[in-house]
């Protein structure tokens, strides 16, 4: 089901080119040097063509939400998702949103100098200056209020969200979000799903940030439940203006 982007009037960086792509289900913000509409839409067509050639032939690689073996000679989207999928243990189109984010945002880097891709709350991002990046997190009174500070030199990275009360993303906990970092968006994508299926309560931050910690190749995690927070790794929060959003 489509969901309007009602959020994306608040994440525009006012130094660069941004526009939004379109290719079936696939409907992706960007933002860049200049306007790359064409050369995304062929990006997303070609991932897109390549996974659901793969799924034709191995369905259980798009019902399944358990960690899933691939085909050697499997396209890097479909490796990269099980990989992800692996680590988080979880499903591997759990990481689908995250993966194609960041193969077509590299794919834009070949024409632009910074990229900016969100796939419906998941992030790629190679930028020449610092960045925030809002946590939207529905009614929870840091819903608007807070942002991650991301630096120059931390990217390419990616950023993933997910939610179990906000969206029409599958999900089996109940967090307002759960916001995870990593180097690999696609990985980031697949643990976001996999911590915010542990938090039902309040209670249950504790047990999803020890989740995340054994999680290879993450480089933090935050955790938003009604009015508690829990944040662990290299992350920097900083406040925001719940009506503008972040300024850059």
């Known amino acids: 089901m489509y969901q309007p982007r009602d959020y994306r009037h608040l994440i525009k960086p ?12 696939t409907d992706l913000f960007i933002a860049a040097n200049k306007e790359l509409v064409s050369e995304a839409a062929a ?35 479909v490796h990269d998702m099980a990989l992800a999928g692996a680590k988080a243990k979880v499903g591997p189109m759990a990481a689908v949103a995250g993966a194609i984010a960041e193969l ?5 880097l070949e ?18 200056r ?49 916001v995870v970092v990593s180097k690999s968006t696609a990985l980031a994508d697949a643990a976001a799903t996999g911590v915010c299926n542990l938090i039902k ?22 955790i938003v439940k009604d009015d508690k927070l829990g944040v662990w790794g290299d992350l920097r929060l900083v406040g925001i203006d719940p009506v503008r959003g972040p300024s850059r």
Request: with cysteine.
């Open 201 to 222: 309560v309040k209670g249950d931050i504790v047990e999803g940030i020890e989740y995340a910690k054994g999680i290879d190749g993450l480089q933090g995690v935050l």
């Open 104 to 108: 077509v945002g590299r794919e834009l």
């Open 43 to 77: 990006s997303i067509l070609k991932y897109r063509n390549q996974l659901e050639e793969y799924i034709g032939d191995n369905p259980l690689f798009q019902s399944t939400l358990r960690p899933c073996e691939v085909n050697t000679d499997a396209p890097r989207i």
């Open 130 to 178: 610092p960045r925030r990046v809002g946590v939207f997190a529905g009614k929870s009174p840091f819903g608007h209020g807070l942002a991650l500070e991301i630096r120059p030199d931390e990217t390419p990275l990616g950023v993933c969200t997910s939610s179990g009360t906000i969206g029409h993303s599958r999900s089996f906990g109940r967090a307002d979000a759960t």
């Open 14 to 25: 006012k130094d660069l080119v941004t526009f939004e792509v379109t290719v079936k289900e």
């Open 111 to 128: 024409y632009s100098r910074e990229v900016i891709v969100e796939n419906g709350g998941d992030i790629f991002l190679k930028s020449k």
